[in-house]
């Protein structure tokens, strides 16, 4: 048997527990909008975004690390995966703030 | 029993690979085609969001309608969690052709199929009201900023679907079902499929949600 090999994979029911907290999380995202609806104006405007975003990413490494089994293949793939989304979040990051969406400090 | 049953497949593929494909980097190059792939689109869907965002919000002067006045969030939700109900049941299928049940992999390669068949139609349905209701892709930047991003994931989402529909054909052609081979088929059409579920995971919230 190679290393490899060894390598705990996930069971079926690891899978629907994942799927189950990756529901949860969705959940929250919508119970989020909503709550923002009506309580949005007495909080500053960061705040819920900053929630949205952080569990949205959350979603996103569980799906990317499980399902997608990237936590155990090689660091290589890893880091090919790596380059497309950091290219793209800084071509965000930078169109945004040229286009003026988001300010720059300083 | 799985996780030995997992390596089993990839090294059964390994060794067809060892004739038929190269893997000078340890990973088989078809695979390793795919990562490269799935972070190529990282630029093209980070593009279409960006460029969603320079126009949402913006004022296209007097009488001038927005997506973001249509947005049916409990429809999307439910679409959104049938997304990802349909992660679920690809890995599923992927597990259960590494334990060799290929009844199982017949079963959930339809189920993941027949879940994107939904997630398409209910942005057909969503398109449809839209443009009912006056949002033409043509109405202003912010209309047709919505409709390339989102139209562009339902395009992947059917590309996927025919993908999955042909494996499942294959499967039940075939008496003895998908070979070792066409295993690795399955994890790469996975790989796809997974990352359609995860661009709309930020779509989801990026669109919809943040407002």
New interface residues.
């Given amino acids: 048997?190679?290393q490899?090999?060894q390598?705990?994979?996930?069971?079926?029911k690891d899978?629907?527990r994942?799927?189950v907290v990756?529901?949860v999380l969705?959940a929250f995202?919508?119970a989020?909008?909503y709550v923002e609806g009506a309580v949005g104006e007495d909080m500053p405007g960061w705040v819920?975004?900053l929630a949205?975003?952080s569990?949205?990413a959350i979603?996103?490494v569980m799906?990317?690390a499980?399902?997608?089994h990237l936590r155990y293949?090689?660091p290589?793939?890893s880091r090919?995966?790596?380059?497309?989304?950091v290219?793209?979040?800084s071509?965000?990051l930078i169109?945004?703030a040229i286009?003026g969406?988001i300010a720059i400090s300083g | 029993m799985t996780d030995i049953a997992h390596d089993d497949l990839d090294e059964a593929a390994g060794e067809h690979d060892s004739h038929g494909h190269h893997e000078s980097t340890g990973v088989d190059n078809r695979k390793l085609g795919m990562w490269f792939f799935l972070s190529s689109e990282f630029l093209f869907f980070g593009t279409l969001i960006t460029n969603y965002l320079i126009f949402k919000g913006r004022d296209f002067g007097p009488g001038s309608i927005y997506p973001v006045e249509f947005y049916d969030i409990p429809f999307t939700s439910i679409s959104s969690f049938v997304l990802l109900m349909s992660s679920l049941t690809m890995v599923l299928a992927h597990a259960a052709l590494a334990r060799g049940d290929q009844n199982q992999t017949r079963t959930w390669l339809a189920a993941t199929a027949m879940l994107g068949l939904v997630f398409v139609s209910g942005q057909f349905f969503e398109f449809t009201e839209f443009v009912l209701e006056g949002l033409k892709l043509s109405s202003n930047p912010a209309a047709s900023a919505f409709y390339l991003l989102t139209g562009f994931h339902g395009i992947h989402v059917v590309v996927g679907v025919v993908l999955l529909l042909s494996l499942w054909g294959k499967s039940v052609r075939q008496p003895e079902g998908l070979s070792p081979e066409q295993g690795l088929n399955v994890e790469l059409v996975g790989l796809y499929w997974h990352f359609v579920d995860i661009i709309w995971i930020v779509i989801f919230v990026v669109v919809y949600l943040i407002q």
């Fill in positions: 048997m190679t490899a090999a390598v705990h994979h996930p069971t079926t899978y629907i994942i799927a990756l529901g969705t995202e919508i989020l909008f819920f975004p949205l975003i569990l949205s979603k996103f799906v990317v499980y399902f997608m293949e090689k290589m793939l090919v995966f790596s380059i497309g989304a290219l793209a979040l071509l965000f169109v945004l286009s969406r």
